[in-house]
């Protein structure tokens, strides 16, 4: 199981950017594809970002390309979300974990408030 700490969220103007990141502690971190997702109140969690085991392949979801970019160190374990041309629509807590879900346990996620 991973431990996952998120960090790096605040306040931004639209237009604006923000860089998040996540260190994971535990085993094999390594070896899962990652993901950063987000949620807001009354709304499911949703993907926004994914990134491969080695770092290669990425994938975004519409909201997000073009705008967001994922990357991961392996060495040290930590995942990052570089957030671009930021949205009022882009606030939300966000949360890395395992692309599957299938760790159990989320961090405390790192707010995003966007104001217009």
């Known amino acids: 199981q991973l431990q996952l700490v998120e960090s790096g969220g605040g306040t931004a103007q639209t237009g604006g950017s923000l860089r998040l990141s996540c260190v994971a502690s535990g085993r094999d971190f390594k070896m899962y594809d990652m993901a950063w997702f987000r949620q807001t109140p009354g709304k499911e969690r949703e993907l926004v970002a994914a990134?491969?085991?080695?770092?290669?392949?990425?994938h975004y979801a519409d909201a997000a390309e073009g705008r967001f970019t994922i990357s991961r160190d392996n060495v040290f374990k930590k995942l990052y979300l570089e957030m671009s041309n930021l949205e009022p629509e882009d606030t939300a807590i966000y949360y890395c974990?395992?692309?599957?879900?299938?760790?159990?346990?989320w961090g405390q996620g790192t707010q995003v408030t966007v104001s217009s």
């Open positions: 974990n395992r692309e599957d879900s299938a760790n159990d346990n």
């Open positions: 990134i491969a085991w080695s770092g290669y392949d990425t």
